[in-house]
């Protein structure tokens, strides 16, 4: 069982920020930035293009959402998107609030504290 199909069944926390039936999105415990969030598949599939296209189509409509709210709640150039899971084999979208080049990069990281990470869920959430 993957680290996220753990959230996903809430046997360990997350900073969520939005849900449906098929999809829920969370913020990145290790961000690149203030309100990297994760959009990830309620299904445990490993690699996104191991997905069937209406379900990748679907993924990307969620996150589609999710940007659309982070852009409201997060002051940034732009969101950026990008697919990676060479860490954890269930596939995730990361959405990031980028102002520079190398806040899509994975080697910077910013420290956030738990009331920080916790006001950004709230305010992603409520543009949700
Ligand atoms: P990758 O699989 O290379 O796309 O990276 C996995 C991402 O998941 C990394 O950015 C991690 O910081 C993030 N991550 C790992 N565990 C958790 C967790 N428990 N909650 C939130 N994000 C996580």
Redesign the pocket.
């Known amino acids: 069982m993957s ?1 996220f199909t753990k ?1 996903i069944t809430g046997e ?1 926390p ?1 900073y969520k920020v939005a849900e449906n039936d098929d999809f829920i999105a ?5 961000p690149n930035a203030k309100g990297h969030t ?1 959009v990830v598949p309620k299904k445990e599939v490993d690699k996104v293009f191991d997905l069937s296209k209406e379900e990748y189509n679907a993924l990307m409509s969620f996150s589609y959402e999710v940007a659309k709210a982070i852009e409201k709640a997060v002051p940034c150039l732009r969101v950026g998107m990008s ?6 084999p269930h596939v ?1 979208v ?1 959405l990031i609030p980028l102002n520079e080049m190398a806040d899509i990069q ?1 080697s910077k990281k910013v420290k956030l504290s738990n009331e920080e990470f916790n006001s950004l869920a709230a305010s992603i959430a409520k543009n949700f």
């Not at 969370?26 to 290790?30: A, G, R, S, Y």
């Not at 697919?83 to 954890?88: D, S």
């Open positions: 680290v959230i360990i997350s969370f913020l990145d415990i290790n994760l697919v990676i899971g060479l860490e954890v995730h990361h994975f």
